[in-house]
């Protein structure tokens, strides 16, 4: 079945220690898009990816960054975590970027955990 | 900043009861509405896309109206079972100069009691 794929499930990172998660779609679709979902909030996005073209939300801090290397794969990293980073990561994708009759297809998330 | 709220925020339901849930959302620049279910350790997943006022969405014992007027989207869900144990994600579409603005609500988490 083609579906979004999130690798590791469950992340543990030192403070302060870079790291990287990752996504992998087999949907071919042009979108893929990064949210932060902390303890008892709303999921909240990141930044998306339009093929090549990577959109930043304004409040999104410069300690995330993030890279798609290809159609398939998106990479999320976070250069200095801090204890506030700790939370479910969530990629999904969308065929294109207006998703007004459309969805986005989620994958199951990355928890991370900054010890 | 979009306030979506989504109420309540948890709630336990028997076994075949019915039950009922809202999205709040700003009537302003209305888009559309999407509700995801997320099962525990699963992915969220859709399940309605709302785009007209007065939209009423039905899958299986699981329905959804939307009033944009008045900035609500009411889920209904029929004599509730133990898989439909899940947090029910509302997402809002605003129109934001030709690209939409995607805000979630916190969700509702829904425990059915066998």
């Given at each position: 079945d083609a579906m979004v794929i999130q690798n590791p499930r469950y992340q543990v990172t030192q403070f302060g220690k870079p790291v990287t998660l990752s996504c992998s779609q087999?949907?071919?679709?042009?979108v893929m898009y990064w949210y932060q979902q902390k303890s008892s909030q709303a999921p909240k996005l990141l930044f998306h990816y339009y093929d090549k073209d990577f959109n930043n939300e304004?409040?999104?801090?410069?300690?995330f960054q993030s890279r798609r290397p290809n159609t398939s794969f998106c990479f999320l990293d976070i250069r200095s975590p801090g204890l506030g980073d700790a939370a479910m990561y969530l990629c999904a994708t969308s065929r294109r970027l207006s998703i007004r009759a459309d969805t986005q297809y989620f994958g199951p998330g990355t928890r991370l955990t900054v010890l | 900043i979009l306030n979506v709220e989504q109420s309540p925020q948890s709630l336990h339901v028997q076994e075949g009861d019915s039950t009922n849930f809202t999205c709040s959302f700003p009537s302003?620049?209305?888009y559309a509405l999407h509700w995801y279910r997320w099962e525990t350790a699963k992915s969220p997943e859709a399940l309605f896309v709302m785009t007209l006022n007065g939209d009423e969405k039905k899958k299986g014992r699981i329905s959804a109206t939307l009033n944009t007027k008045e900035g609500y989207s009411y889920l209904y869900i029929k004599?509730?079972?133990?898989?439909?144990s899940a947090t029910y994600l509302c997402a809002f579409l605003k129109n934001s100069g030709g690209y939409q603005k995607v805000t979630f609500g916190i969700g509702t988490k829904l425990q059915v009691i066998p």
């Open positions: 087999t949907l071919n679709h042009n304004a409040d999104t801090p410069d300690n | 302003s620049n209305f004599g509730s079972q133990p898989e439909d």
